[in-house]
């Protein structure tokens, strides 16, 4: 069992940044493939980034990027997500993910394990 705990979300003005973070406790962190996600009111969730457990390779959605980074301190046990330049429509709340594994995964069903999510808001 992994237990996730995002933080870092917030109220921010367009072409701001914020930095997310995703606490793992449980099984042993370095051996998990992790993810970013998003779900804004009345939209589906949506994949943001990927990283595999050895923090070698990433993957984004063409709509951050650019202006997003995830990496990661296996470490720390921790996983982030930097954005940068924000956009109004980047509003949703951000939920972290978990799944054993090293390859990248996209879909929301790939993941085995998920945080309670934590709000962003960007103001035009």
């Known amino acids: 069992q992994v237990q996730l705990v995002e933080s870092g979300g917030g109220l921010v003005q367009a072409g701001g940044s914020l930095r997310l973070s995703c606490a793992a406790s449980?099984?042993?962190?370095?051996?998990?493939?992790m993810g970013w996600f998003r779900q804004a009111p009345g939209k589906e969730r949506e994949f943001v980034a990927a990283?595999?457990?050895?923090?070698?390779?990433?993957a984004y959605a063409d709509s951050v990027k650019g202006r997003f980074t995830i990496s990661r301190d296996n470490a720390k046990n921790t996983v982030y997500l930097q954005m940068n330049s924000l956009k109004p429509e980047d509003t949703a709340v951000y939920y972290c993910?978990?799944?054993?594994?090293?390859?990248?995964?996209?879909?929301?069903?790939?993941?085995?394990?998920w945080g309670q999510g934590t709000q962003v808001t960007v103001s035009s």
């Open positions: 990283i595999r457990w050895s923090g070698g390779r990433t």
């Open positions: 449980g099984r042993t962190f370095s051996s998990y493939a």
């Open positions: 993910a978990a799944r054993p594994g090293d390859i990248l995964y996209y879909t929301s069903r790939s993941y085995d394990y």
